[in-house]
């Protein structure tokens, strides 16, 4: 229940957030449909896009079989972007918020410990995404900027195993736990207002694991605890001589493609393509890559359908940790929903 009661506290803050955009200048830039490109006078521009889909399955007799099930996202992408008057600066902010709970099965499930009785049968977390991005640029020209990048991607809330529905066992993850990012200086490209390239030769990629216990599972491409284990032939416990890595820092290239953009009348496409490698380690298949997609189609001004999409590699990390070895695999993620949408502010 507190899951729906977050979710219905982010969609509250959200609209109120629609309602406060009475700034006149705002609402005039807005109106004209004005681009970044256009807006040289400048100062602030600032807005964002924010959607809710719910949906909802039940079957009574259905002799197909099937299983009820619910599921509610909210997300929200808001950028704020300052570029002063003489057109030789620009500072750009972008944040990606989603959050999501699903259910299946009934209201009631019989409780593993007492079978004789029901209990409720608790929505489970479906998607959880804090995604920052800060972008400094000094002008060379119009289309070239020297720039300074810092990013951040991690979650809000503490995560599960997908069968541990009843959260018995201990998170396997949780806000800054992991969280990865990197901190760079390069040279951002931007032929457009809607794309740009940022390539940088002097990346720091960090990686920080702020609960111990995670750290020293080894998680996340930490490196894990040691433990002195001599005893253990007489059943002691192990003891441990040293904790796992919280923080973990390479240094190598990065290269950032970034796209936002109304493709179609009606159709929005939010592209972000990150590839970074450790020099440590200038193989190909050690290139970490991230890659994040969403596409907004509008039915009305409210109602809107959403697809998102992520992908990642990452070399240093174990995709099923509760299996012997490091399994290596591609990380996929999507989601499909239709709901309630609205953009405020200006026109990127």
């Known amino acids: 229940m507190k899951y729906i009661q977050l979710l219905a506290c982010l969609t509250l803050v959200c609209s109120n957030a629609l309602n406060a955009q009475t700034d006149e200048d705002v609402k005039k830039k807005a109106a004209e449909g004005n681009s970044l490109k256009d807006l040289k006078d400048t100062g602030w521009v600032k ?3 924010f959607s809710t889909n719910f949906s909802n399955t039940t079957f009574s007799n259905w002799s197909q079989g099937g299983t009820n099930n619910t599921a509610i996202i909210a997300n929200s992408s808001l950028f704020a972007i300052y570029r002063d008057k003489s057109n030789k600066q620009i500072w750009e902010n972008y944040l990606d918020l989603a959050y999501g709970v699903m ?6 499930i019989e409780d593993p410990s007492n079978p004789s009785q029901n209990i409720t049968n608790p929505f489970i977390k479906n998607e959880d995404k804090l995604v920052f991005l800060t972008k400094y640029g000094r002008r060379i020209n119009d289309k070239l900027n020297y720039s300074v990048l810092f990013s951040l991607n991690t979650q809000m809330f503490p995560g599960y195993e997908a069968t541990d529905i009843l959260r018995k066992s201990n998170h396997v993850s949780n806000f800054l736990a992991q969280g990865f990012g990197y901190l760079s200086v390069g040279i951002d490209y931007k032929p457009t207002s809607y794309f740009s390239i940022y390539a940088s030769p002097i990346t720091a990629k960090y990686t920080i694991v702020r609960e111990q216990r995670l750290a020293d599972l080894g998680l996340y491409g930490v490196e894990p605890a040691q433990y002195d284990t001599t005893g253990a032939y007489l059943g002691a416990q192990p003891i441990k001589i040293k904790n796992g890595q919280t923080f973990r820092q390479e240094l190598g290239w990065y290269i ?10 009606n159709i929005s496409w939010q592209s972000r393509l990150e590839f970074f490698q ?9 290139i970490d890559i991230n890659w994040q997609n969403t596409l907004n189609m509008k039915v009305n001004k409210y109602i809107s359908v959403s697809l998102i999409n992520q992908v990642i590699w990452d070399y240093d990390v174990d995709t ?3 299996e012997e070895g490091v399994q290596r695999n591609w990380q996929l993620k999507n989601f499909f929903g239709v709901g309630f949408s609205a953009r405020f502010g200006d026109k990127l």
């Open 47 to 49: 807005g964002g896009f």
């Open 278 to 286: 450790n020099y440590k380690t200038l193989e190909f298949n050690k």
């Open 320 to 322: 099923k940790s509760d």
């Open 256 to 265: 950032n493609f970034g796209f936002n953009k109304e493709v179609m009348k």
């Open 103 to 108: 259910r299946n099965g009934s209201g009631k």
